[in-house]
């Protein structure tokens, strides 16, 4: 059943299918092809037997084992905005260049016939994002319009022709258009172009959604980097840059924390220079003015006592005056990048350590958007809070360290005081000698302590060297575009063009409740047909006459042979034509009927039962009397039977409407009429009213020998059928046949049509 209905929309198919691929192959036409570019580069620590700045500061021998990478950092550093910007900076993307033909505008990269430059750093967004329109009229003058910002030829303060090479202001940007050695003035004057200045944000965005970093397998140092493109050149270069992007980053990060300590030390050292000069000066001066013996040996353990307490000192100063530089740093909020991590100055803190990392780490981070002009970005402010957090837990932990380096450093005073005491005992001025040779030697310690420190950072940053290179420079990895795919672009044009024809068939028939097919009828119902009657295409009531040869006057023909076949050893055949609902053409079928028995010789009446309302039939016989008459008493048999103009058909008319029908046709005068039209004639079609309206049909049914129900297609309810098979299995109906009215001939794969009635030949399915 679902078969015929998708043959008979066999065009609908077609026709969607032909559509659909047509759009496939403009699809693939026009769509701009998208290439797949690769790269790989190595990620991996400095060789486990190279030496650190730890290793220097703390004196350390011996080969350490690189820690073992985090892939998904490294993937997300290399995935995060700030770093694709970077790359950005130093690629000429910043504009982009088209050509444009009757239905497609495609992007040029390569051999250029013109350029566009600006001052990156005062350029605002009302140039950015929107297309500018682009024609040379020669080599020296081009037009140019921007219809997002009303820069066009109607617009009269904005003059479209300008000269090549001279600057143009655009809403306040000046922007300068020359061309290149490759414009040809042939091939490019006259041509429309494009040209799109993007926003930073724009085209960093975008090249982030069109990277894909595959997560490396068997614990491989290798990363596969791709990029999504529409020429493969671009994204050669993009990659190319982007990698080696990651490896400047990968060596400054190494020389960071040598160059930041190698500042610090600097700024020490120059504070110490001035203390240490002056007191050489007090010293020569105290030389000068003053004779003094060597210390005795009281003294001298004395002094070598309080150089010891100094030497812990002169530490203790070191580490006093970072906390507070970091502390000062905070404070101001300046160089927060740029912070010196503890451990390169020999203070041995973990988490201290780990705080400044973290900081110096967001916050170069949180730079990146800023100089891209991203301050409003969600990714930025959630940066800023993490930063405040961690500054405010660090200011915590540096002031608990001065806390206690001043305690150290206090208790270490306590104990001066008692050597100081005791050299106190010697003369005047050898004491006063001995506290400036003390304030000397113990700047000159903290002094000689920073220049080791100077010359190990700068041996660390001379040496420094990293593992990260690239394996595999950037390649066209597809060849052939990945997008869009032409056969599967065709593969899915063949299954729409397929599918939604199938879905609306589908569809149509689920939704509908109408009888639609002769296969509707045999599985919703037990009862036979008896036959299909096809469509009338005109207005006559007749559909059968001596010489009619169309297709609806055939059908009845065999259906007159099926009743033949079916009143074999019979007298006569009592038909009762009914429906289960009124304009289902129950009447057309009594006329025709009862014609096409009478045109085979067959004596056959015509009685018009249905006592409710005038039906079409009562229409056709005009007769004033009928059966409601003679059931009423008023005439006899004779006096209802009227001839036609077919001497072997005869009609017996409704007659007055009764106002009580049903027990009219209960009245023992119907008997008698039907066992005298037996006698007389070979059929007795009976027209009624509607089976399941009224009580009428069931009464009739009595005396019948066949009841004809018709259905009509796409008309009569499916459920109207089934519930009248209902009364066909309970036996509350009998001797039942079903006639599937109004189907189009062309349904039929069998026709008898050979002629029409105006004997034109016509093609048989």
């Known amino acids: 059943m679902l078969l015929k209905r998708l043959l008979a929309h066999k065009y609908l198919f077609l026709v969607s299918v032909l559509l659909f691929l047509t759009g496939g192959y403009f699809h693939n036409l026009y769509t701009p092809p998208v290439y797949m570019v690769k790269s790989s580069v190595l990620v991996k620590e400095a060789d486990p037997g190279q030496t650190d700045m730890a290793h220097i500061l703390y004196e350390k021998q011996g080969s350490v084992e690189a820690p073992p990478k985090n892939m998904a950092d490294e993937i997300a550093i290399l ?41 990156d750093s005062t350029l605002t967004n009302t140039v950015t994002g929107s297309p500018f329109q682009i024609t040379f009229i020669d080599k ?167 150089s010891e307490l100094e030497n812990s000192k002169a530490a203790l100063i070191v580490s006093e005056r970072y906390y507070n530089s970091i502390l000062e740093s905070l404070r101001s909020e300046r160089n927060l990048d740029r912070l010196v991590v503890p451990s390169s100055i020999g203070i041995n803190d973990p988490l201290l350590n780990n705080l400044i990392n973290q900081l110096v780490e967001l916050q170069i981070e949180r730079n990146s958007f800023s100089s891209g002009g991203q301050t409003k970005n969600p990714v930025y402010q959630e940066l800023t809070i993490k930063i405040n957090n961690i500054k405010r837990t660090l200011r915590e932990n540096l002031n608990s360290l001065l806390a206690s380096n001043r305690i150290q450093i206090n208790q270490i005073n306590s104990r001066s005081r008692t050597f100081q005491e005791s050299v106190n005992q010697v003369p005047k001025a050898e004491r006063q000698f001995v506290n400036i040779d003390r304030l000397y030697t113990l700047n000159s310690t903290i002094y000689q302590l920073l220049l080791q420190k100077k010359v190990e950072a700068g041996i660390i940053k001379a040496s420094a060297t990293i593992q990260n290179r690239v394996i595999e420079p950037a390649y066209n990895e597809s060849g052939a575009p990945i997008q869009p795919k032409k056969t599967n672009t065709y593969i899915l044009a063949l299954l729409l063009g397929l599918g939604l024809p199938f879905a609306f068939v589908w569809l149509k028939g689920a939704l509908n409740n109408k009888i639609v097919s002769k296969d509707d009828v045999m599985s919703l119902t037990s009862m036979p047909v008896l036959g299909t009657i096809y469509h009338n295409t ?228």
Do not use: C
């Not at 079928?589 to 010789?601: H, K």
């Open 79 to 119: 995935k995060s905005y700030p770093f694709i910007y970077r790359t950005m900076r130093t690629l000429n993307f910043r504009v982009s260049y088209y050509t444009k033909d009757r239905l497609t505008t495609r992007e040029m990269y390569e051999k250029l016939p013109f350029r566009v430059s600006f001052i």
């Open 538 to 765: 005109t207005s006559s009531p007749y559909a059968i006459t001596t010489n009619s040869r169309t297709a609806i006057s055939e059908s009845f023909r065999v259906l007159r042979s099926t009743l033949n076949s079916m009143s074999v050893n019979k007298s006569s055949q009592v038909l009762l034509v009914t429906s289960t609902s009124s304009g289902e053409g129950k009447t057309f079928n009594s006329i025709n009927i009862a014609s096409s028995l009478a045109l085979a010789r067959k004596k056959t009446i015509l009685l018009n039962l249905d006592l409710r309302i005038y039906s079409q039939l009562h229409k056709l016989m005009k007769q004033e009397v009928g059966m409601s008459s003679y059931l009423n008493g008023d005439v006899a048999i004779k006096d209802i039977i009227f001839p036609t103009d077919n001497p072997m058909l005869d009609t017996i008319a409704t007659g007055p409407l009764p106002n009580n029908p049903a027990e009219l046709i209960l009245d023992d005068r119907f008997p008698l009429l039907i066992n005298h039209l037996r006698d007389n004639y070979d059929y007795i079609i009976i027209d009624s009213p509607p089976l399941g309206i009224v009580s009428d049909p069931f009464i009739i049914a009595r005396y019948t020998d066949l009841n004809i129900l018709v259905i009509r297609q796409n008309y009569t309810p499916k459920d109207k059928l089934v519930e009248l098979d209902s009364m066909y299995q309970e036996g509350r109906i009998r001797n039942v046949g079903i006639i599937l009215n109004d189907v189009p001939a062309s349904n039929d794969k069998y026709q008898y049509g050979y002629f029409s009635e105006d004997k034109k030949k016509v093609k048989a399915l």
């Open 140 to 306: 020296n003058y081009y037009t140019l319009e921007n219809e997002g910002y009303q820069l066009t030829k109607e617009n009269p303060q904005w003059k479209t022709q300008h000269k090549v090479g001279e600057t143009v202001t655009v809403n306040g940007n000046p922007i300068l258009v020359e061309v290149t050695p490759d414009f040809d003035p042939a091939q490019h004057a006259r041509k429309p172009f494009e040209f799109i200045i993007h926003d930073w944000s724009d085209l960093v965005m975008s090249a982030k959604a069109n990277v894909s970093i595959l997560f490396p397998e068997n614990e491989s140092s290798v990363l596969d980097i791709y990029y999504e493109t529409s020429i493969p050149q671009k994204g050669i270069d993009f990659l190319n840059a982007y990698t080696q992007q990651y490896i400047d980053y990968k060596y400054e990060n190494k020389n960071k924390a040598a160059t930041q300590t190698l500042d610090f030390i600097d700024e020490q050292l120059t504070a110490f220079r001035s203390t240490l000069t002056q007191i050489e000066k007090q010293k020569e001066a105290f030389k000068a003015e003053n004779t003094y013996s060597e210390a005795n040996s009281m003294t001298d353990r004395g002094l070598t006592a309080l």
